[in-house]
């Protein structure tokens, strides 16, 4: 059996990832919501479809960069869940003299096992798909809403724009849209098939057991805060076959195997062998006191479930709060709303912990955010990029003197120049130890580094260089940038310079053995979830070379850098 608590933590590591990507899809949208010229109609559709396209695109990178970390954590929850569920039960069967089989011996748990991951897997498959879908309609609406209050005169480009970003902030991503109307979030939808997918596994495995051992009775797991439909069975023993003289039907008493019963929408009840004649574990005396309204909010009284509800309803604002502050910094529109609301909704919680007792669970507050220097830039749309000669194209990194930043940013203006003239691709490299742009190359529009390039690096093996050059397009580090960082022993560090002022900066790890490798071997399971969306016709693949090549991209970075440093001098 797992617990109520075991059952409650479980899906924090996969909200924390999926609070991550919903960040960014809120920050990427509402970056192009405060960039958006909003145009008279002959134009508008056009633009605003060109635009539905690039975030849709943004969209699947990063849900399909979550889908194979997911993957990894859910194997790893399934099989930490069904240990856990089958060792309380193993211990209740000794009691009763049964010898239960390990899971690793039963053919018959090992494919129930299988199935509730495979089912796990379909469930965040299909998330990817429909949230994808979902949450580009919202972003049209969001476009359509400002579109129609500036082109009225209704509101300025400020006030819609702002208006439009506090709409999507509010709720987050849209996941799922039902067709009764009802539309799930991403923080709602993951947490609900995590818990379901997980507590369902397990609660099968049980069953599994249940009927090599021959066990037919089972005792309902109970906790404070159950929702009233359920309080009604929990901590009470029941029949699985429904033929026992004294004991109710299992199904029919918990709606279990339903939606709406026992194992369903996150409901965090279990269940647990039992045998007449041992004691049950809750008496009716506990089970009563669960009901109690023993809390006191405001003056008013309080059953766990409603206390808990109720600070589950500030906890939503505060996570409310700091995504608008996030997407309003993201666009460059004030913070002071979002601020001032975000200082008095945790507040209000400091004060509702202070009168209840209860304690404060941070990571439902979370919205997590792992970049470094501030929000990202859009990028790798495919956008081409003009030269603005009023960026800031300075490189301020640690781990250099004023002397090498300083070279390093003559190196980052000129890139950039010369690629705003030519439109082709070009190289400096900067010898570290003396601070110095010792190497120049021109290349094509979308590559540099030739023959010369190479010998230079041969003929130099003791200096040490950092690669800098220019990206023509709102492009990324491609997979070519990172072989050329990792696998060349006297290239430290690779900075990509964008012609409107946006910089990437990454230096390998120290005593880095170039690796040298195929990197779909290595990354195997990263790819993993891109290729099931392949496989079962959810992206083209089109569509999978491009984010393939951005999941490698961002996999060698966690792997073989120091981590990304985004420097951002748009102006």
Request: glycine fraction near 8%; hydrophobic fraction near 35%; proline fraction near 4%.
């Amino acid at each position: 059996m797992l617990t109520p608590k075991q059952l409650s933590d479980l899906p924090e590591p996969l909200l924390r990832l999926y609070s991550e990507v919903e960040n960014d899809i809120i920050a990427d949208m509402a970056r192009r919501l405060s960039r958006m010229d909003f145009i008279p109609s002959a134009r508008w559709q056009f633009k605003k479809l060109e635009e539905l396209g690039y975030s849709r695109e943004y969209i699947l990178q990063r849900l399909a960069r979550a889908l194979g970390i997911a993957k990894r954590e859910l194997e790893k929850l399934m099989e930490n869940a069904a240990d856990m569920a089958l060792e309380s039960d193993y211990e209740i069967y000794r009691r009763a003299g049964l010898e239960p089989p390990p899971l690793s011996a039963s053919p018959v748990m090992q494919a129930v096992l299988e199935a509730g991951l495979e089912n796990t897997f379909g469930l965040f498959e299909n998330l990817t798909r429909t949230t994808a879908n979902t949450a580009t309609r919202q972003f049209e609406h969001a476009l359509d809403r400002a579109w129609l209050q500036i082109t009225s005169g209704a509101f300025s480009h400020t006030e819609a724009v702002k208006m439009a970003i506090k709409g999507l902030a509010s709720k987050g991503v849209a996941a799922i849209t039902y067709p009764t109307g009802h539309t799930d979030y991403l923080d709602v939808a993951v947490r609900r098939a995590t818990v379901t997918g997980v507590n369902q596994t397990a609660l099968k495995l049980q069953e599994a057991l249940a009927d090599e051992m021959g066990c037919d009775l089972v005792e309902t797991s109970a906790h404070e805060g159950a929702r009233p439909s359920h309080a009604v069975w929990q901590g009470k023993i029941f029949s699985r076959s429904g033929t026992h003289p004294k004991y109710p039907d299992f199904r029919q008493s918990t709606g279990y195997g339903t939606g709406e019963g026992l194992g369903g929408w996150n409901c965090r009840h279990s269940f647990f062998p039992y045998f007449e004649g041992m004691e049950p574990v809750y008496p009716d005396s506990e089970l009563a006191g669960m009901n109690e309204k023993k809390y006191e909010y405001n003056g008013k009284k309080l059953t766990q479930y409603e206390a808990e509800q109720v600070q589950r309803n500030i906890e939503r604002h505060i996570r409310k709060w700091k995504r608008e502050f996030k997407a309003m910094e993201s666009a460059g529109v004030p913070t002071d709303e979002a601020a001032a609301k975000l200082n008095q909704w945790h507040r209000r919680m400091d004060d509702f912990l202070k009168q209840t007792g209860l304690k404060r669970q941070k990571e439902r507050e979370m919205i997590v955010t792992t970049r470094k220097g501030g929000a990202s830039a859009t990028r790798n749309t495919g956008k081409v990029l003009s030269f603005n000669p009023d960026a800031d194209f300075t490189i301020n990194v640690p781990g250099y003197t004023p002397k090498q930043l300083e070279a390093l940013s003559a190196a980052s203006l000129e890139v950039a120049r010369s690629g705003g003239l030519d439109g082709k691709e070009h190289l400096i490299l900067v010898d570290r130890d003396i601070a110095t742009l010792v190497y120049r190359e021109t290349g094509d529009q979308n590559t540099v580094g030739g023959e010369k390039f190479w010998r230079f690096l041969s003929d130099n093996k003791d200096n040490s260089f950092i690669f800098v050059h220019n990206h023509n397009t709102d492009g990324f580090f491609s997979e070519t940038d990172m072989n050329t960082l990792v696998n060349t022993p006297n290239i430290e560090a690779m900075i990509a310079v964008r012609l409107d002022g946006v910089k990437y900066f990454a230096q390998k790890k120290e005593g880095l053995t170039p690796p040298g490798v195929f990197w779909d071997a290595v990354f195997a399971e990263e790819l993993k979830g891109l290729n099931d969306l392949v496989k079962n016709g959810k992206i083209t693949s089109g569509e999978r070379a491009r984010l393939r090549e951005e999941i490698i991209v961002n996999a060698i970075l966690r792997k073989y850098t120091k981590g990304l440093i985004e420097l951002d001098g748009r102006k």
